[in-house]
Structures are given as C-alpha cells and as structure tokens.
C-alpha cells in the first residue's frame, strides 16, 4: 500500500524560509511521480511542486517558480520542497501525493491516486 507523511510545516514570517518533507513508504520515490498541492482558505487547489519518476523531472506552479525546490533523496526515500522567500500568499495546507504525472490533465486537476494528510504552513508577521 502506497503512503506519503508529510512534516515540516509551522508558522514562518515573510521572506522566511520553511522545508517540507514527505515519507514515503510502500514504494521508493522512483517509483512514481510525486507532487506537492496546496489548499488555501477561499481558493482553488493549486499544484506547486512535482518531480518525475523517470529522469527526475520537475516541474512547477508559476506562482512559486525561483523561490521554491522540489527534490528526492533516494537514501531516506523522502522528497522535499524547498520553500525560500515565503510571502502570506502562500498560507494554506501542503499535501504530498504520489502516483500520477507532472503535467497535463493528471497535474492540472490534481488526479493523484496517494495523498497525505497534509501539514499546516503559515506565513504571517
């Protein structure tokens, strides 16, 4: 059974920097394609972060795009996102997810088959 945990989260000011990890277990994050979502209160859902199985690839939402990094780290079998320069626009609920593709309909509407239950991040002064 495919799980991802995400931890990481918490309450950071402006300009700050924050690094989410997400654990996967039941596969090794080569396996699959997997992403990060962000939920905020009164707005859509929004890919932010994805990196392929194959190759590795990445891609991102163009709000994050420069201040945000996504990788894997084969040996704890954990992928991060690297969050720099927060701004409160990016306050909301980051979910890990797994098993899907970086791009096209399956990233655009977020049709992952694993999610976790996310973690809590807050940028405010």
């Known amino acids: 059974q495919l799980q991802v945990v995400e931890s990481g989260g918490g309450l950071v000011q402006p300009g700050g920097s924050l690094r989410l990890s997400c654990a996967a277990s039941g596969f090794t994050v080569d396996d699959y394609a997997i992403g990060w979502y962000r939920q905020a209160p009164g707005k859509e859902r929004e890919g932010v972060a994805c990196i392929s199985n194959s190759g590795g690839r990445t891609n991102y939402g163009d709000v994050v795009k420069g201040r945000f990094t996504i990788s894997r780290d084969m040996a704890k079998n954990t992928v991060y996102l690297q969050m720099n320069s927060l701004k409160p626009d990016d306050t909301g609920i980051y979910f890990c997810?797994?098993?899907?593709?970086?791009?096209?309909?399956?990233?655009?509407?977020?049709?992952?088959?694993?999610w976790g239950q996310g973690t809590q991040v807050t940028v405010s002064s």
């Open positions: 997810v797994a098993d899907g593709a970086c791009s096209g309909y399956v990233w655009r509407v977020g049709a992952f088959q694993t």
